[in-house]
């Protein structure tokens, strides 16, 4: 069985400040990870993904992504928040040798204040 | 918009009462995805399919959902016998898969469903 974790359930931080996500994830092959975010009665936008590669992924609006393997971590990170990116955070996992479904955590509310 | 496009936006019933909801994915996405989410919780998987053919439900939540996409295009979820405990956001997610498994989802807006 895969699963995520997502241990805080909100991470408030000031405008201009750097922001840091975390994730932490549970599955038994690769893992292929996301994270989303969503707005107030909005759906969830995708940011960005891992798969392979490159252990910092760089995704929409400026944030970033750093896959750790030996931690099991997905943090998601900013250098500079912005107010606009007060919203709900969430990662997701999925094993990659084969296909199966997408797994969320339940979510990390980022509140940034001016 | 060329995204993914969910009706109605918000529906309200009464117990007992059959729902259907509709997602329309983007246009050349061959997989879609229905999910529920309720309040302080991520998106739960129910379903897919890949053009017509739903490839995984057994995360249906009872015999109660079904879903179908009978033209591999828009996709219906209905619940049949509406409990107050299906009150939730019915969302919808497509994506396109080639011969590639990273296929990204993109969700749409959701459909909030109120039991009374």
């Known amino acids: 069985a895969q699963s995520v974790a997502q241990p805080e359930d909100q991470v408030n931080v000031a405008e201009g400040n750097p922001l840091t996500v975390k994730c932490t994830y549970s599955?038994?092959?690769?893992?292929?990870l996301f994270w989303y975010v969503q707005y107030p009665n909005r759906g969830l936008q995708f940011l960005l993904k891992?798969?392979?590669?490159?252990?910092l992924v760089k995704g929409s609006y400026g944030f970033e992504a750093e896959f750790n393997k030996s931690q099991t971590s997905f943090h998601l990170k900013k250098p500079s928040a912005l107010v606009s990116d007060s919203a709900l955070y969430f990662c997701?996992?999925?094993?990659?040798?084969?296909?199966?479904?997408?797994?969320f955590g339940k979510g990390t509310m980022l509140l940034v204040s001016p | 918009d060329t995204g993914v496009s969910q009706n109605p936006r918000h529906k309200i019933t009464k117990r007992g009462q059959n729902v259907t909801f509709r997602c329309d994915p983007i246009?050349?996405?061959?997989?879609l995805y229905w999910y529920r989410q309720t309040l302080g919780q991520g998106p739960e998987f129910l379903t897919y399919?890949?053009?017509?053919?739903?490839?995984?439900k057994s995360r249906l939540l009872s015999d109660r959902f079904s879903a179908e996409r009978p033209k591999g295009s828009f996709s219906t979820l209905e619940i049949q016998r509406t409990e107050q405990g299906d009150s939730a956001m019915y969302l919808c997610?497509?994506?396109?898969?080639?011969?590639?498994?990273?296929?990204?989802?993109?969700f749409g807006p959701g459909t909030r469903l109120t039991v009374l």
């Open positions: 246009s050349e996405h061959n997989r």
């Open positions: 997701a996992v999925r094993d990659g040798s084969g296909y199966s479904t997408l797994t």
């Open positions: 997610a497509s994506s396109f898969s080639g011969t590639s498994s990273t296929d990204t989802q993109y």
């Open positions: 399919f890949q053009n017509e053919a739903q490839l995984e």
């Open positions: 891992y798969i392979t590669g490159d252990n």
């Open positions: 599955v038994s092959g690769n893992p292929y």
